[in-house]
């Protein structure tokens, strides 16, 4: 069975939106390594729309111009791209496909599949749906030292009861920035 990780950009106070525009300051080394382990090791990423497009504007032009983040950026360009969206799509960044049918009988087999780690980057409706189901194996928050104060944040009023995780691991960075893996409650 295939693991499925997700991992996100978090401020202290749990916002996960708009990473772009408040984590920079606190990338370092640790960091950059934990992000290319935990994407750059998976042969498929599972998006949604959002992130997709995001991902699909910025890192085909950064492996076509092979600086300093190129191995990422051909990881992922080499990697096979699943786009969950309701509505077609027009996927012009190489490998990818958009889910077909209900998204969690498709995780569910692609899960059986044979193959190599799943990873997902943001994409918070989708990796809510998977925790949802039982199907997130682990959750890497990187939670930034930072209240970023307004924006959408991984846990919402959607929860009818908790939901109970397990610690795994949690590293500190020179940053700051902690690295908090949470599976699934035993």
């Known amino acids: 069975m295939r693991k499925i990780t997700a991992g996100f950009f978090s401020g202290a106070d749990g916002v996960v939106d708009e990473p772009q525009t ?9 960091l950059g390594a934990a992000v290319m ?15 997709y497009e995001g991902f699909a504007e910025a890192w085909p032009a950064r492996e076509e111009a092979g600086g300093e983040d190129y191995e990422m950026a051909k990881a992922l360009g080499d990697a096979r791209k699943i786009v969950v969206s309701h509505s077609p799509l027009d996927l012009t960044w190489r490998n990818s496909e958009q889910v077909q049918g209900d998204l969690i009988e498709y995780v569910q087999a692609l899960k059986a599949e044979d193959g190599g780690p799943i990873g997902m ?8 749906q998977l925790l949802h189901a039982g199907l997130l194996d682990e959750l ?21 009861e908790p939901l109970k995780l397990s610690l795994i691991k949690c590293d500190v960075f020179k940053s700051g920035t902690l690295h908090v893996v949470y599976g699934p409650a035993e």
């Open 22 to 30: 408040w984590h920079f300051p606190y990338f370092c080394d640790e």
């Open 140 to 160: 890497h928050l990187f939670i930034h030292p930072v209240a970023v104060g307004k924006g959408l944040r991984l846990w919402e009023d959607d929860l009818d």
């Open 121 to 128: 980057s943001g994409s918070v409706s989708v990796a809510r």
């Open 37 to 51: 382990e935990l994407m750059g090791s998976a042969d498929t990423v599972l998006f949604g729309r959002k992130t």
